[in-house]
């Protein structure tokens, strides 16, 4: 995902688009030199990460989490 923006240093901005595109495809590659000859700002975007709080709600609404009743039922289990 790239998030566009013109170059302008005026207090004034234009307008800013974000677009996802395949830059390994040919067209994809083409796209962001055509953007770049413009004199189009670009920057790259990373997807977020999501923390272990959310990813242990999942976990749990997605049944992969197991409830013992002591700490020795949960090592029987873990065969320690």
């Known amino acids: ?3 566009f923006a013109p ?3 005026s207090k004034t901005m234009m307008a800013t688009y974000t677009i996802t595109l ?3 495809t040919a067209s994809g590659k083409a ?3 055509y953007l770049e000859a413009l004199g189009v700002l670009i920057a790259k975007v990373k997807p977020k990460t999501k923390g272990s709080y ?3 709600q999942e ?3 997605a049944g992969r989490v197991e409830k013992f009743s002591s700490s020795e ?3 029987k289990s ?3």
Do not use: P, T
Request: aromatic share 8%; proline share 0%; hydrophobic share 50%.
């Open 1 to 3: 995902m790239c998030i």
């Open 7 to 9: 170059k302008f240093k």
């Open 22 to 24: 395949n830059e390994r």
């Open 31 to 33: 796209l962001m030199a």
């Open 54 to 56: 959310l990813r242990s």
């Open 59 to 61: 976990d749990k609404l």
């Open 73 to 75: 039922e949960m090592f």
């Open 78 to 80: 873990l065969g320690i």
